[in-house]
């Protein structure tokens, strides 16, 4: 089932220039980039224009100059999209720019700071903040982390970190990555520790333009699934999907430099750039009838977030200085093309796949599977006090039945221990029982032993069962699924 909203909803875009670097300022460069905050616009003046030629001027949702702060980006921009994804929308926040702008930074910032804490852990404590105030509703946070590196996608909290993953595609739920590893996490601390054994694991190199330079597509999943009971009474499950995307810089290859694998590097950027442009262009000139998502790994990925179910965001990275003009224009044409693709958000409500039913099905089997052992053990012990009360002796007649979970099992328990004992003091009558011959004696003990092992085997499948039990509820539910602030259940 799923709620529509309006038929088009505009990608929103907004540009941020990082401040002049020591390099540039040493350098002698001009800066070529005029932000007006207020009005949404940056203006870029060619360093070597001809006479006549105006600068050239470009108006977006927002604009961040260099004194812009982590958390006004944060709060005025990615906030509302976040809000969504917890209804239940899919979100998607893509920082795109020439290397060195600070699109990483912007992503991601430095984690032990709040004040330069960037898009991702932002939105972290967004997540879990949310969640720890909602009342009524219960919720399962898991995460994933890919990169797409010379188009090739590795899951970057893979142990075997050579294997590649294929794209395959769900007639339900669009594109999917095929063994694509997903941690759930319950808090905060855990999903940054995911977060950042996968950054260990990207593929960054030093390039003419940045010293430490993402030379891959890094994109960080985050699936919300929100359990809730609705006005008709029925459990209705929502799932929103973050996309948090961290692009490879775009330049041109001859400033790309370094050695080894750079210029190929470079050439494998550019060509899933260049694929990502080519959507944009077809999806927003109005006359093409073939959007060519399958022409790059990144653009088939995105396809939800260019023109379909999602609500995106692009933050267009700048640097200000005149040796960069002609990839700051880049970007802005780039951005400015990308700010009329119509999106169709809708929410996703009640699909089939979710973790967070599988969890719920799967205690309820358990339960059911432990209620079945624990009754079986009440019934047996009362037909046990049966025959002890025709055999004149006395038992407690309430001792050990409690209808609870861990009174079911403890019934078990307690019978099978009881048969236990009762077939070792039987085994010792044998042993005393000097009528009995050699032979025949023997067969009785081998049977006695026999029904010992039996139920030793019935002790450790009932232990085994509820083990699984408690480890489900108290692992998947107390840790996974939050209750109103509360661990559930």
């Not at 190929?264 to 060509?271: D, G, Q, R």
Request: hydrophobic content about 30%.
């Amino acid at each position: 089932m799923a709620g529509r909203t309006r038929s088009g909803e505009a990608l929103r875009v907004v540009a941020r220039c990082r401040p002049m670097s020591r390099r540039e300022e040493a350098a002698g460069c001009e800066r070529v980039l005029e932000l007006e905050v207020k009005l949404g616009r940056v203006t870029i003046r060619n360093p070597r224009a001809a006479p006549g030629e105006l600068p050239k001027t470009f108006t977006f949702d927002a604009v961040y100059d260099a004194s812009s702060k982590q958390a006004d980006l944060y709060d005025e921009t990615v906030r509302p999209l976040v809000d969504s994804v917890l209804r239940g929308f899919n979100g998607t926040v893509l920082a795109y720019g020439q290397t060195g702008t600070g699109k990483t930074y912007t992503m991601q910032g430095a984690w032990g700071d709040p004040e330069t804490r960037g898009i991702i852990p932002s939105s972290f404590e967004h997540i879990f903040t949310h969640i720890s105030r909602s009342q009524n509703q219960q919720y399962l946070v898991r995460a994933s982390y890919l990169e797409i590196y010379q188009e090739e996608i590795r899951d970057l909290l893979a142990k075997d970190q050579s294997k590649k993953l294929e794209l395959k595609e769900n007639p339900e739920t669009g594109v999917y990555i095929k063994d694509l590893s997903s941690f759930v996490t319950k808090n905060v601390k855990e999903i940054e520790h995911v977060m950042n054994l996968g950054s260990q694991a990207r593929s960054v190199g030093s390039t003419n333009m940045n010293e430490r330079s993402s030379r891959s597509h890094a994109i960080f999943l985050i699936t919300v699934e929100c359990s809730e009971t609705g006005p008709d009474g029925h459990e209705h499950i929502r799932v929103g999907k973050l996309n948090l995307v961290d692009l490879a810089g775009s330049e041109r290859q001859s400033k790309t430099g370094g050695p080894g694998e750079r210029p190929k590097e470079a050439s494998k950027i550019n060509l899933s750039l260049s694929a990502l442009g080519n959507v944009i262009s077809a999806l927003v000139d109005g006359k093409s009838t073939h959007v060519p998502y399958r022409d790059s790994k990144l653009t088939r990925l995105l396809q939800d977030s260019l023109g379909g179910n999602a609500k995106t965001i692009m933050v267009a990275t700048l640097g200000p200085a005149s040796h960069s003009y002609e990839e700051s224009l880049s970007t802005l044409r780039f951005a400015n093309r990308a700010k009329n693709i119509k999106n169709k958000p809708r929410v996703n409500e009640d699909p089939k796949d979710t973790l967070l039913r599988e969890f719920q099905e799967e205690i309820v089997r358990l339960k059911a599977q432990l209620e079945r052992r624990g009754m079986l053990g009440k019934k047996r012990r009362r037909s046990s006090r049966r025959k002890k009360a025709a055999d004149g002796e006395t038992a407690p007649e309430n001792e050990g039945e409690d209808d609870n979970e861990d009174g079911l099992e403890k019934n078990m328990e307690n019978y099978l221990q009881e048969q236990k004992e009762r077939l070792e003091e039987e085994k010792a009558a044998i042993r005393d029982d000097h009528s009995l011959v050699s032979e025949e004696k023997q067969k009785l003990l081998e049977e006695k032993e026999k029904m010992i092992e039996d139920l030793r085997k019935e002790q450790e499948a009932t232990e085994l069962l509820a083990t699984k039990y408690k480890v489900r509820v108290v692992t998947c539910w107390c840790r996974w699924v939050l209750l109103g602030g509360t661990w559930f259940p």
